[in-house]
C-alpha cells in the first residue's frame, strides 16, 4: 500500500518562501515519478510541477522560476520549495506518485494521492 503524506503548509505573507515535503512509503521510491498539484476552493485541480525517476523536471506554467521540486531517494521524499509567493498560490497542495519513471503534468496519470496540506498566503 503506498502512502504519502504531506506537511509543511501554513500561512505565509505575499513575498514570503515554503517549503512543502511529502514522505512516502509502501513501494520503491526511487523508481518513480513524482508530482505536486494543488486545489483552490471552487477551483480545478492544477498542475504544479513533477519530477522523474532520473531528476528531471517539469513545471506548470503559473509557478515556472518561483517554485523547484526536488526528490531525496533515500529519505523517500519529494519536496517542494516555493518562493516568491503571492495570493494566487493560496490551496491545498498534494502529493502524488505515478506508476511510471516519466514525468507528467495530467491528474489521471497519477496512481496514488496525498491528503494535502494548506498553504495560505496574505496579501
Known amino acids: 500500500q503506498v502512502q504519502l503524506k504531506e506537511s509543511g503548509g501554513g500561512l505565509v505573507q505575499a513575498g514570503g518562501s515554503l517549503r512543502l515535503s511529502c514522505a512516502a512509503s509502501g513501494r520503491t521510491f526511487s523508481s518513480y515519478a513524482m508530482g505536486w498539484f494543488r486545489q483552490a476552493p471552487g477551483k480545478e485541480r492544477e498542475f504544479v510541477a513533477a519530477i522523474s525517476r532520473d531528476g528531471i523536471t517539469y513545471y506548470g506554467d503559473s509557478v515556472k522560476g518561483r517554485f523547484t521540486i526536488s526528490r531525496d531517494n533515500a529519505e523517500t521524499t519529494v519536496n517542494l520549495h516555493m518562493k516568491n509567493l503571492k495570493p494566487g498560490d493560496t490551496a491545498v497542495y498534494l502529493c502524488?506518485?505515478?506508476?511510471?519513471?516519466?514525468?507528467?503534468?495530467?491528474?489521471?496519470?497519477?496512481?496514488?494521492w496525498g491528503q494535502g496540506t494548506q498553504v495560505t498566503v496574505s496579501s
Open positions: 502524488a506518485s505515478r506508476s511510471s519513471a516519466w514525468i507528467s503534468n495530467v491528474e489521471n496519470e497519477y496512481d496514488y
